[in-house]
T-cell receptor, first 114, second 115 residues
Framework: AQSVSQHNHHVILSEAASLELGCNYS??????LFWYVQYPGQHLQLLLK??????LVKGIKGFEAEFIKSKFSFNLRKPSVQWSDTAEYFC????????????FGDGTTLTVKP | NAGVMQNPRHLVRRRGQEARLRCSPM?????VYWYRQLPEEGLKFMVY????????ESGMPKERFSAEFPKEGPSILRIQQVVRGDSAAYFC?????????????FGPGTRLTVT
């Protein structure tokens, strides 16, 4: 069964700091990878996704992620965070024959101090 | 183009009552997924349905929980005889296909509180 691991449970940064959130998955075959953001009191929004092609994926709000197949990783990055980026971030994977469902990591709470 | 809609947004039930959560997928989507988010945790897959069919219910508790997606109308997640541990946010997602290359769109969730 596939699994997703997000190593950082809570990250605290100051505005303008750079961000990298780790995500590793366990599945050896073809995968689709996602990062979602959940702002306080709101529902999940898709930040970016990787299906195939260029492993460096650019998403909304200045976020990007790099798929490194050899490391089974899909880390999320942003060069300069803003206070409004305070939210919970979830990495998710669809894989193999379980294409009908996504497996989510436990999430990383990002707090950006003004 | 309306997104995925869920109602109610908040639901309070006493222990032993039934909870009914509704999900209307995006227009043109015939695949629906239900997820549960417990406090401090990520989303956990519960069930995947197409119209009138349950495709994958591997994440559903064996008892008290059921789901349907009738030919007409929204998908329903039903929890009978609720207990405090059922308190969670329940999210619905939909897609136009169940194949690997289609992303899921999420609704705003229903927050169930069992008192």
């Amino acid at each position: 069964a596939q699994s997703v691991s997000q190593h950082n449970h809570h990250v605290i940064l100051s505005e303008a700091a750079s961000l990298e959130l780790g995500c590793n998955y366990s599945y050896g075959g073809t995968v689709n990878l996602f990062w979602y953001v959940q702002y306080p009191g709101q529902h999940l929004q898709l930040l970016l996704k990787y299906f195939s092609g260029d492993p460096l994926v650019k998403g909304i709000k200045g976020f990007e992620a790099e798929f490194i197949k050899s490391k089974f990783s899909f880390n999320l990055r942003k060069p300069s965070v803003q206070w409004s980026d305070t939210a919970e971030y979830f990495c998710a994977v669809n894989a193999g024959t379980n294409a009908g469902k996504s497996t989510f990591g436990d999430g990383t709470t990002l707090t950006v101090k003004p | 183009n309306a997104g995925v809609m869920q109602n109610p947004r908040h639901l309070v039930r006493r222990r032993g009552q039934e909870a009914r959560l509704r999900c209307s997928p995006m227009k043109g989507h015939s695949h629906v997924y239900w997820y549960r988010q417990l406090p401090e945790e990520g989303l956990k897959f519960m069930v995947y349905l197409q119209k009138e069919n349950i495709i994958d219910e591997s994440g559903m508790p064996k008892e008290r929980f059921s789901a349907e997606f009738p030919k007409e109308g929204p998908s329903i997640l039903r929890i009978q005889q609720v207990v405090r541990g059922d308190s969670a946010a329940y999210f619905c997602a939909s897609s136009s296909s169940g194949s690997l290359s289609y992303e899921q769109y999420f609704g705003p969730g229903t927050r169930l509180t069992v008192t």
